[in-house]
């Protein structure tokens, strides 16, 4: 780190491209189906954009999910994804694609201009469609007109009166029972949600549930559906991960809150000083881990966590005062919704070795604390979004 100056650059740390590929995981944790009508606009989306369509391809759908490819040339092909919650269409659908390039990014951000309407996901796609063959000087597939076309309706999905007065008198109290209509549905020839999970965090996911539903009893909700689900799916996937499960990194959640973890980084670099560190740090104090807060907001994803390190006190390694931290993908600018927590972790972790961190043994540990660090994140930000970031060599990572 540069320091406070003018020739300040925010640093966006070794391997940052490779956070690209470590995305959201497609298992959403929900068994809540989504509304008929998502469903219907993906089934009405494959008939049209099939495997074989010569610009726009359909590869792969779930209720929650939806994997697609643009044709931009017969060799180069873009990779995008879709996350559904089971929130849609309130809560818009989350796109993201396999790429770096700053366009594409562009491209996804202007999706969030289409947020009303019925048929959103179509509309969404439509846009997504013609933004890509403008990007690529692509003549417009005549196909896509097709999305403003009505959804065509089925036997299956008629509805009889009686059926409709039944739904309305479930509606008013779904939100109370989701949870237990979650744990009713059989799972007997399909994967499991749980599958890969050890049984007490199994429980501790349970309990979130529980307090989720009380919460919702008493009127205190707190946090936003959209955010919830996410972190909820981003907690599922670190329990079934083997860098947690091998002890890289743990995950503890502040008085029981989804949106305040503690997460220790228990493993650096063998080869580093500050794995020496901490060894000498667990011979002294019986610690040997680096703690760091996680604090999300209602608009999680959109907005990435703010993140700072709560002890030890550390010199390098991007560390700002207060504990906070210099890394562009920690920012608005540089974050994105695609990126999981655990890659966070990790590149967090990649961050410190390369930035050469150390242990400040015997430094006063009241220096690091929320306030601080808020400062000085607030003003190394503003410095860095007038003089850019340093984007380390490609040997480096």
């Known amino acids: 780190f540069l320091g406070p100056s003018s020739d300040t650059a925010w640093y966006r740390g ?53 994997s697609c490819q643009f044709n931009v040339t017969g060799e180069k092909l873009l990779i995008i994804h879709c996350n559904i919650t089971e929130s849609y269409p309130s809560i818009p659908p989350i796109w993201f694609v396999d790429s770096d390039d700053p366009s594409l990014t562009e491209v996804l951000e202007r999706l969030e201009d289409v947020r009303k309407g019925t048929s959103l996901l179509l509309q969404q796609l439509k846009r997504l469609i013609c933004d890509l063959c403008r990007l690529y000087n692509l003549p417009q597939h005549p196909d896509v007109e097709m999305l403003d076309q009505p959804l065509p309706h089925g036997p299956a999905d008629e509805v009889t009166s009686e059926e409709e007065d039944e739904e309305e008198m479930g509606e008013d109290i779904e939100d109370l029972d989701h949870y237990e209509m979650k744990e009713e549905e059989p799972v007997d020839g399909k994967k499991s949600e749980d599958d890969g999970i050890e049984k007490e965090n199994l429980a501790i996911l349970e309990k979130i549930r529980k307090n989720q539903r009380q919460d919702h009893l008493n009127g205190a909700v707190s946090g936003s559906v959209q955010a919830s689900d996410r972190l909820m799916k981003e907690l599922r996937e670190i329990y079934r991960s083997q860098s947690y499960k091998t002890g890289i990194y743990s995950v503890e959640l502040v008085n029981d809150s989804l949106y305040e973890w503690h997460v220790k980084i228990r493993t650096v670099d063998p080869d580093s000083p500050l794995h020496s560190d901490l060894q000498v740090m667990k011979e002294k104090e019986g610690v040997d881990y680096i703690l760091l807060s996680f604090s999300y907001k209602d608009n999680f994803p959109f907005d990435p966590p703010f993140v700072r390190v709560v002890s030890p006190v550390l010199s390098g390694g991007y560390v700002l005062g207060g504990g906070a931290l210099c890394m562009e993908l920690l920012t608005k600018q540089g974050w994105s919704s695609a990126y999981s927590i655990e890659s966070v972790i990790m590149q967090i972790n990649a961050t410190l070795v390369k930035g050469k961190a150390r242990v400040q043994f015997g430094a006063n540990k009241n220096q690091y604390n929320l306030a601080r660090a808020q400062q000085s994140y607030k003003s190394l930000v503003q410095i860095h979004e007038k003089n850019g970031w340093y984007t380390p060599p490609k040997e480096d990572g």
């Open 14 to 66: 070794p391997g940052w491209q490779e956070i690209q590929s470590r995305l959201r995981g497609r298992n959403m944790p929900q068994l809540v189906p989504s509304p008929a009508d998502c469903l219907a606009e993906l089934k009405f989306l494959e008939s049209i954009f099939d495997p074989n369509h010569e610009r726009f391809r359909i590869i792969d759908w779930k209720p929650d999910e939806l």
